[in-house]
């Protein structure tokens, strides 16, 4: 196994966590008004709120995981065609 093989593993493991904290998240969407918005009861919630940091945090971890190690992955990908 090389190098890149083991950064698309962890590619994969970031965005399966993002996923999943972003389908968690979902889960309070029955609650948004007809504009789109949740109530301040929910948003200030201590539920809600954790959610939406690790949703965040996951966010994060991807976005500098692909910052850093995107054009590598992409130009080993483009050589094996």
């Given at each position: 196994?090389?190098?890149?093989?083991d950064?698309?593993?962890?590619?994969?493991?970031?965005?399966?966590?993002?996923?999943?904290?972003?389908?968690?998240?979902k889960?309070?969407?029955h609650?948004?008004?007809?504009i789109?918005?949740?109530?301040?009861d929910?948003?200030?919630?201590?539920?809600?709120?954790?959610?939406?940091?690790?949703?965040?945090?996951a966010?994060?971890?991807?976005?500098?995981?692909?910052?850093?190690?995107?054009?590598?992955?992409?130009?080993?990908q483009?050589?094996?065609?």
């Amino acid at each position: 196994m090389t190098n890149t093989d083991d950064l698309i593993r962890q590619q994969e493991l970031l965005w399966t966590e993002m996923h999943a904290a972003s389908k968690r998240l979902k889960a309070f969407d029955h609650f948004r008004n007809p504009i789109g918005l949740l109530p301040d009861d929910i948003r200030t919630s201590a539920e809600y709120r954790n959610l939406k940091a690790a949703c965040d945090m996951a966010v994060q971890k991807l976005r500098a995981f692909n910052k850093i190690h995107l054009k590598t992955i992409r130009k080993t990908q483009n050589v094996k065609g």
